[in-house]
């Protein structure tokens, strides 16, 4: 039962991982420890949610993904390559690696269709016609193709995170970071957030998810990993997580998520 | 009573175009410089930003008409020469200091946009440089609209006090029209209502700017 | 906003063109030296003249002030009276031409001293301090005169300077910078003395209008003038011309290290002495006819 529980798809079909986080450890210069030796792999067309208390590490060790922290031990691959090398340029990597904020971070001097098109248009030199296409395409996809025109700040809380969603798969990236993308919206606004992500996921997007959202992380995830302190608790499958969780850190967890919100995600 | 306009008009024209080509020069210099230092000093790193917080603290801390005086007297002595133009060497103080403290305001301009705005920048693949020019500066220029206006209206009212090294620009040649005329009230008094109206303008012309992109700044 | 940054660029070359030309400017000038007109001392005798005649031009620095040195209203490069004349003598005598530069009463005596021009032209009076720092070429006298209002019953009361050295109370105002001070505390200790800052006028008018003041020293000289601009003024003593109150010589400013210089230009004045003087004379004429026509 456990067994097929933990039956991995992805890893059985013995593709290379994506993304590979070989034993990272990250300081701030401050001194303060938030990485403490963190291994977890992340296959082509997974989508693997990160999942713990606040102050875990999810964010930190997702911004080491693409680099917008610098990993101080262990490795890091990346399609095969070990991007903690010094010679690696990381800005080629950030190109193919998409990231989506908590505070979505668009930004406010652009109009929207520009905010999604100039990922293509200044990383990836791309005719400023064919970005310009591109992200009224993508717009629609979100569901705002008739926003285009205005400016970010016009937009409430949940459009502006779609668009920051679309922003990023401007980039035609081969992975999505999203770094807890429904903490900063108000409740009536997660669902149309989610749903433009379940669609990604269902279109096989290879996404890495930190959030607080279990059922979320119940339904659409193929791999949790659970973190504390920085440093992994444990991983497996969305069903064997949640309904038989094998570490008392993991329970506690769950068991403070359901005094806050009465709710569980089940099957 | 007004006479004294048209007779000595051939001393104000000629002080009212210094007057404008000071002040446009020196907005030139001084925004231009003014955002050198401030950039620098920003993404420089720290020695770049101690060694270059010098002068401009020097300059922020010394009073303008100093500035000019010693300028003048001894900026000759650094080009080999004997003599500068008092208009050179008015535009050198002037730029100078006007420059410091525009340089701080772009600096705390660009210390406006919040980090996590740069973040955003190198997730899209990003050099840092393109970060800086297509990300944060255009955010911190809007914001630094309001206070780089305030800061020229500072500076167009200060150049009079290029007067004392004998630059001709209008309030000099006021006061020797008045040293002619007799005429100090009628003078003085349409001398305040021109820099009334030429602030007016400049900082009402920086203010109509700033309402239609302030928009763009807020994030 | 492409607009805008293209005519920001236009805007720095224009800038940096003009900071070139007029840094030029300043340097400007060339001539022959080779040829001396006579009476000139010898190359290597006076670094000034030297230098004038290596240039061309004989930098004068211009400050405008009645009756020595009066502008023409229509341009700025243009004056009169007896201390441009007097210039024009020297530039006659070393066969250059006179290069006006303008300076200020913060500049005209430290740019004698430090060669920015080789003479200020706009008048100085004699004072002890400046004999310090530079050395004078004479050529007229100012003495002082108080004024006051008519309308003003105390004013109206002292008609002599015996007058008023024999009132109290009197409230007199002069301009910081003026050289008024010391003198007005010593003839007239019974008077409360106050500097003031300048408007730029010869006088603080200012002070007497707004009756801060019951009097105001000014040169002797400015009494036509002042009487033509405000009906309302009278003087102490009431006839300016004759007054003998702080008799001060009025020169030309030339550097200390170059009396080759100074005494060639002192010679110049002698010669010139009477015409300069009647030049001076013509002009309060001039003025005091203007003002009863």
């Known amino acids: 039962m456990t067994d097929s529980l933990d039956t991995r798809k992805m890893a059985m079909s013995g593709a290379e991982p994506l993304v590979l986080l070989d034993g990272i450890s990250h300081a701030y210069p401050n001194g303060k420890v938030s990485l403490t030796e963190l291994s977890f792999a992340v296959h082509p067309g997974e989508v693997v949610c990160l999942l713990g208390p606040s102050g875990s590490g999810k964010s930190t060790a997702i911004r080491c993904v693409n680099m917008l922290e610098p990993v101080t031990a262990g490795r890091l691959v990346f399609e095969g390559i070990d991007v903690t090398a010094k010679d690696v340029n990381q800005v080629e990597v950030r190109k193919r690696v998409g990231m989506v904020f908590q505070n979505f971070e668009l930004f406010p001097h652009m109009s929207v269709l520009k905010n999604v098109a100039i990922g293509p248009i200044v990383s990836l030199k791309r005719p400023k016609a064919e970005a310009y296409d591109l992200a009224r395409e993508l717009l629609a996809k979100v569901g705002l193709s008739d926003k285009g025109d205005v400016l970010p700040s016009q937009l409430s809380g949940g459009q502006q995170q779609r668009v920051a969603i679309a922003r990023a798969l401007a980039m035609q990236p081969d992975v999505m970071l999203f770094d807890e993308p429904t903490s900063a919206l108000d409740p009536e606004m997660v669902g149309e957030v989610l749903a433009v992500m379940r669609k990604l996921a269902e279109e096989g997007m290879t996404m890495v998810v930190v959030t607080h959202e279990m059922r979320f992380a119940r339904n659409v995830a193929d791999w949790v990993v659970v973190m504390e302190d920085g440093r992994l608790v444990e991983e497996g499958t969305p069903e064997r997580i949640f309904e038989q969780p094998r570490m008392e850190r993991t329970r506690a967890f769950f068991g403070k998520l359901e005094e806050q919100d009465g709710v569980l995600p089940t099957g | ?219 | 906003m492409r607009a805008f940054h293209n005519a920001s660029k236009a805007a720095l070359v224009v800038a940096a063109a003009a900071l070139v030309l007029t840094g030029c400017a300043t340097d400007a000038g060339g001539g022959d030296s080779s040829e001396r007109p006579d009476g000139v001392p010898a190359a290597g005798e006076s670094r000034h003249i030297d230098e004038i005649l290596e240039r061309g031009t004989i930098r004068v620095g211009v400050l405008a002030e009645f009756p020595w040195l009066v502008l023409d209203k229509e341009g700025t490069d243009n004056y009169r009276g007896p201390s441009w004349t007097l210039a024009n003598h020297y530039a006659d005598a070393l066969g250059v031409e006179l290069e006006v530069v303008p300076v200020s009463n913060d500049t005209k005596v430290p740019l004698v001293q430090q060669g920015g021009v080789d003479i200020t032209i706009g008048p100085l009076n004699e004072t002890d301090e400046r004999r310090k720092v530079i050395d004078f070429v004479t050529y007229s006298q100012s003495s002082a005169c108080l004024y006051g209002l008519k309308t003003n019953p105390r004013v109206a009361a002292v008609e002599t300077v015996a007058d008023l050295e024999a009132a109290s109370e009197m409230n007199i105002a002069y301009y910081v910078g003026q050289p008024f001070g010391p003198w007005l505390a010593e003839d007239f200790p019974n008077a409360e003395i106050r500097s003031v800052q300048g408007s730029g006028s010869d006088a603080p008018i200012e002070e007497l209008l707004s009756g801060r003041a019951d009097l105001v020293p000014a040169d002797a000289a400015k009494a036509p003038k002042l009487a033509g601009e405000y009906g309302d003024i009278v003087s102490v003593p009431r006839n300016c011309a004759e007054s003998n109150l702080m008799p001060t010589p009025v020169g030309h400013g030339v550097s200390k290290d170059d009396p080759v210089f100074r005494d060639f230009l002192t010679a110049i004045a002698e010669e010139h002495a009477d015409e300069v003087r009647q030049v001076e004379l013509d002009l309060v004429a001039e003025f005091m006819s203007a003002l009863d026509s």
């Open chain 2, 1 to 219: 009573m007004f006479d004294v306009f048209f007779d000595y008009r051939g001393l104000f024209i000629e002080g009212l175009l210094v007057t404008l080509q000071l002040n446009a020069i020196v907005v030139v210099l001084s925004v231009a410089g003014g955002a050198l230092i401030g950039v620098a000093r920003h993404y420089g790193g720290k020695i770049v930003r101690v060694v270059l917080g010098i002068p401009v603290d020097i300059l922020r801390s010394i009073p303008l008409l100093v500035v000019l005086i010693w300028v003048f007297f001894a900026s000759p002595m650094v080009f080999g020469t004997r003599y500068i133009d008092p208009f050179v060497a008015a535009v050198i103080g002037l730029s100078l200091t006007q420059g410091a403290y525009i340089s701080e305001i772009v600096r705390g301009g660009l210390a406006s946009v919040r980090s996590t705005q740069t973040r955003a920048g190198l997730a899209l693949g990003m050099t840092r440089t393109q970060v800086v020019t297509r990300v944060v500066a255009p955010q911190a220029l809007i914001r630094m609209l309001p206070p780089i206006g305030s800061q020229v209206a500072i500076g167009i009212k200060d150049s009079t006090l290029a007067s004392v090294i004998a630059v001709p620009e209008l309030f000099r040649q006021s006061q020797i029209v008045i040293g002619d005329s007799m005429q100090p009230f009628v003078v003085l008094t349409t001398l305040m209502v021109f820099y009334f109206v030429l602030v007016m303008i400049v900082v009402r012309l920086i203010d109509m700017l700033y309402t239609r992109v302030a928009a763009r700044g807020a994030s």
